[in-house]
Each structure stands twice: as C-alpha cells, then as structure tokens.
C-alpha cells in the first residue's frame, strides 16, 4: 500500500513532513515567507492588506519583551516562534480549532518541537515561559482586536481581558505588505539567534 503524500515542499527546496517533521527541514526564510503571507482573523481586518501571522508574531515578541525586561534571548526567539507552525498549516481561529479537536493540536505540538529543536529551543515550552507569551499573545489580540478587527474597547474586554491603558498606548498596529514583514521578521530572529547562549 503507498503511503499518501504528507510533505510541503518548502521554498528553499526542503520537504517538510507535516506527519514527522523535523530540524533539519526548517528555515527561518521559509517560516518567515510563510507566515508573511498567512492572514490572522480570517483576513477580517480594516486595511488595505491583511495583519499577517508574521506581523503577529514580532508584536507578540515585542510585547513579551516589554513586559520581560532582560529576559534571556531564547525566551524572546520562542515568543517570537509561538505561531510559527502556522506557515505550514495555516492559522485557524479558536473556535474552528476546538471544532476540530486533538488532532491538530498534535499536529501544531509536532512542529512546534520540530522548529524549537532547529533553534536550539528546549522542544517544549516551559510552562511559566508559555503563560508569559500568552499573556503578550492575549494583549496582542486586544490590540488587533480593537485596532483592526472592528471591535468596541467593552467586546474586547469581554473576550481578551481589560489590560493596562499605559501598556496598550505603547503598541500601534500599522498594517504592511508581506515583504517588509517577511524581512523585519528574518532579522528579528537572527539578532535572538546571535544572542543565544
């Protein structure tokens, strides 16, 4: 019996297998391409172009940061990281997520191991590293909530939270074509790298 196809052929040329990924598979560039062109809400934003996954990730690192301060670089790589399987499966809303169920929630840990392995990452995040980014990631969906997804500052709190006025003064969603996000992203992930012990 032949077993089906379960490879993406990357654009640097890898055959990542979305079944049994591995580090030696992973790019940043392609992450980063990926995720460039991968639309957060559905594409459901205010704009001219849509807030990409990419886009996502470097506010949520910022935010991680911000709230963080010194913390160790392999940290802020996983922060930035925290949705980096989506350049490959896509980015789903939580409620198509819980629709679907455990399988792609195995399919996301796979990679995510598979992507923290190829950085140098512990494979599985700490559990007080994963509440942080997910503490910044919640703030972020506040922002783009408010900011360009068409909700009231009151729905917003109902579904992400109140948070601090200050903290959310800090941070402004400017909505970009694919390629500059592409890039700031590359460089984002090779300064963490450089810093990583």
Known sequence: MVQKRAWQRMLSG????????????????????GLAFVARWNGQTKGDWPYSVAEHSLLVEKIFTNLNPNIDAKWQLMALLHDAPEYVIGDMISPVKAAIGTGYEALDLRLTEAIHRRFGLPAQTPSLIKK?????????????AVQIAGFSQDEANKYFGKHEAA????????LRPPKPVREDFITRAAILCARLN
């Open 14 to 33: 890898r055959r990542l297998d979305l079944l049994d990924p591995t580090a030696v598979d992973v790019e940043i560039e392609d992450i980063a391409h």
């Open 132 to 144: 942080a980014i997910k503490a910044a990631d919640v703030i972020s969906a506040w922002l783009e």
């Open 167 to 174: 903290l959310l003064k800090q941070f402004d969603i400017k």
